[in-house]
């Protein structure tokens, strides 16, 4: 498939795994896994998207029973779900592809009836989010933090255990360690609020915490520093986005996967002065961009060195066999928006078809 005038066809070395094109799977939340443990139907969905030298990152999955936000996602705090994990990594890895678990903790972004005991959400406020679906957060007192550490560390060391090659921390999108480090969330007067170096502290925590349990070649981080998903914005993204990753890089992590500044939430696009290229040169490792890419601005942007990887979502959702639909400028399946997020095992997750 190789093809030297396609750059996303182009084969990379990241840290230890040999890719043979630079189409990334992105993280997609399906809301597929019944009692928060991931399905067999799954086995499926993720083999259809692998290919030989591929990159997948699962789907964001939950660290512990205080971490969940929506119905239906994945957990890998229990031995049940590890268990349940195993035979769709297996199947990704039959396809000759390379395999990172998302995981993540959605903080405020949460009600709770997600919760255990019916308790109310955790975050770094006491501020509500807007919305009758969420319940008001508590906010975590200052002794309680490096027990939310602790859960991102077991989560990362079971998802080795159930074969992925690596694990993404979700530091994104409004999610906890995001309302950590924006101001406009995080009113904490304690060392994890206030000046950047302290908004910071909880997500380079967890980096250090999963770095030493599992390696930094196997530890990636995904940002979005211009984002305000979740009502959670910052006064200045672009000095986050810099601290942040001359921060990942005193710990050698794997790679970062940064959001574009032109999405200002997960729809939703618009025009942005920013650029990441300034933080994609400061970032020693391998830098992979996500953002509403079609297939010519991945190849821009591999062509003017603006990212190593690019990810694709929706496209990649929609048609199983992107990298190869890329190969030949094939036309692309439309996604079908409204079946993202249903529950359904087959409808508008592993039914979409392939290339005759």
């Known amino acids: 498939m190789a093809d030297p005038n396609n750059p996303l066809l182009t084969p990379y070395k990241m840290g230890n795994f040999n890719l043979s094109h630079r189409i990334v799977l992105a993280p997609l939340t399906r809301q597929r896994s019944y009692n928060n443990v991931p399905q067999p139907h799954a086995i499926l969905y993720y083999s259809q998207r692998a290919s030989q030298g591929g990159l997948l990152i699962a789907e964001a999955t939950g660290v512990s029973d205080t971490a969940q936000g929506y119905q239906y996602t994945p957990g890998i705090w229990t031995k049940e779900q ?26 405020r972004v949460s ?62 999108h409004g999610y906890l360690p995001d309302q950590f480090m924006k101001d406009k969330v995080n009113d904490r007067t304690d060392k994890y609020g206030g000046s950047l ?8 925590e967890i980096v250090e915490a999963v770095a030493n349990e599992i390696g930094p ?37 794997l790679y970062c996967h940064m959001v574009e500044p032109r999405m ?15 933080i994609r040169k400061a970032f020693k490792g391998t830098f992979i961009a996500a953002g509403g890419y079609v297939r010519q601005e991945g190849i821009n942007a591999l062509a003017e060195n603006r990212a190593d990887l690019i990810a694709y979502g929706r496209w990649f959702l929609a048609n199983p066999d992107l990298p190869k639909r890329f190969a030949l400028d094939a036309p692309l399946n439309k996604y079908k928006r409204e079946t993202f997020y249903t529950s ?6 592993t039914d979409y078809p392939f290339l005759e």
């Open 197 to 204: 170096e302290n908004r910071c502290r909880f997500i380079l």
């Open 111 to 172: 009600n709770s009836g997600f919760q255990p005991n019916g308790q109310a959400p955790i975050s770094p406020t006491d501020k509500p989010l807007n919305g009758s679906q969420f319940t008001p957060p508590r906010r975590l007192r200052t002794d309680e933090i490096p027990h939310i550490v602790n859960d991102f560390k077991l989560a990362a060391r079971n998802a080795i255990e159930a074969g992925f090659d690596g694990i993404e921390i979700h530091g994104a």
């Open 217 to 253: 070649e196997r530890v990636g981080v995904r940002l979005s520093p211009f984002a305000e998903h979740g009502e959670c914005g910052d006064s200045n993204p672009k000095e986050l986005g810099l601290y942040m990753v001359n921060a990942l890089n005193k710990y050698s992590v």
């Open 264 to 278: 200002k939430n997960a729809a939703e696009q618009v025009e942005s002065s920013h650029s990441l290229v300034p």
């Open 82 to 107: 590890v268990e349940a994990w195993k035979p769709i990594v297996d199947a990704v890895h039959a396809k000759g592809a390379t395999f990172f678990c998302q995981i993540w903790h959605c903080g």
């Open 344 to 349: 359904d095992p087959v409808v508008g997750y």
